[in-house]
Antibody
Framework: QVHLQESGPGLVKPSQTLSLTCSLS??????????WNWIRQRPGKGLEWIGY???????HYSPSLESRLTVSVDTSSNTFSLRLTSVTAADTAVYYC??????????????WGPGTLVTVSS | EIVLTQSPDTLSLSPGERATLSCRAS???????LAWYQQKSGRTPRLLIY???TRATGIPDRFSGSGSGTDFTLTITRLEPEDSAVYYC??????????FGQGTQVEIK
């Protein structure tokens, strides 16, 4: 059974860079069967898809975050990461990692990490 | 970007009643590219329905999905107290970005 786990600082200062890692167990990123995604949820708000990375390193980002966002993969450690630059209070959110199948008919999010709260504050 | 609009924002019903949640897409999603998730307070979202009407593993048959094109529905029959949650629809068509609806809060009286 697949397990995803987010990790990273819970507090980031404004204008700095938010960096998170998602560790995967029970599956291999190198299998090429899934897209590996980041999704966030601002306090009291809905879900927002941020972007994904494929095992090849190919990415696709939300247009609203594209200029500040990098999502990368490390197949040797079976992890993928998010890097968001120039953060503001509006980036305060619970950040989830999740997987979506490569099959175009199955690209729903079937497994999620528990989420990690990142607060942007000085 | 495909915009998903859910209605109503909040639904307050008694145990045993039926809940009908709507999700309308700004562009056609065909019959396959729509999922529903349940998120209980403070918890991670859980996949309920994919392909508009297929229940995910372990989801009770009280939950059913229907619809196609731009109009989709999640129906919860015989509501139980544990069904109190926010429900989100999400599209996963090849037209990125993938987006979620704003959510419908289901309250059990």
């Amino acid at each position: 059974q697949v397990h995803l786990q987010e990790s990273g600082p819970g507090l980031v200062k404004p204008s700095q860079t938010l960096s998170l890692t998602c560790s995967l167990s029970g599956d291999s990123i190198s299998s090429g069967n899934y897209y590996w995604n980041w999704i966030r949820q601002r306090p009291g708000k809905g879900l927002e898809w941020i972007g994904y990375v494929f095992h090849t390193g190919a990415t696709h980002y939300s247009p609203s975050l594209e200029s500040r966002l990098t999502v990368s993969v490390d197949t040797s450690s079976n992890t993928f990461s998010l890097r968001l630059t120039s953060v503001t209070a509006a980036d305060t959110a619970v950040y989830y990692c999740a997987r979506a199948a490569f099959d175009p008919f199955s690209r729903y999010f079937d497994s999620w990490g528990p989420g990690t709260l990142v607060t942007v504050s000085s | 970007e495909i915009v998903l609009t859910q209605s109503p924002d909040t639904l307050s019903l008694s145990p045993g009643e039926r809940a009908t949640l709507s999700c309308r897409a700004s562009q056609s999603l065909g019959t396959r590219f729509l999922a529903w998730y349940q998120q209980k307070s403070g918890r991670t979202p859980r996949l309920l329905i994919y392909g508009a009407f297929t229940r995910a593993t372990g989801i009770p048959d009280r939950f059913s999905g229907s619809g196609s094109g731009t109009d989709f529905t999640l129906t919860i029959t015989r509501l139980e107290p544990e069904d109190s949650a926010v429900y989100y629809c999400q599209h996963y068509s090849n037209q990125l970005p993938w987006t979620f609806g704003q959510g419908t809060q289901v309250e059990i009286k």
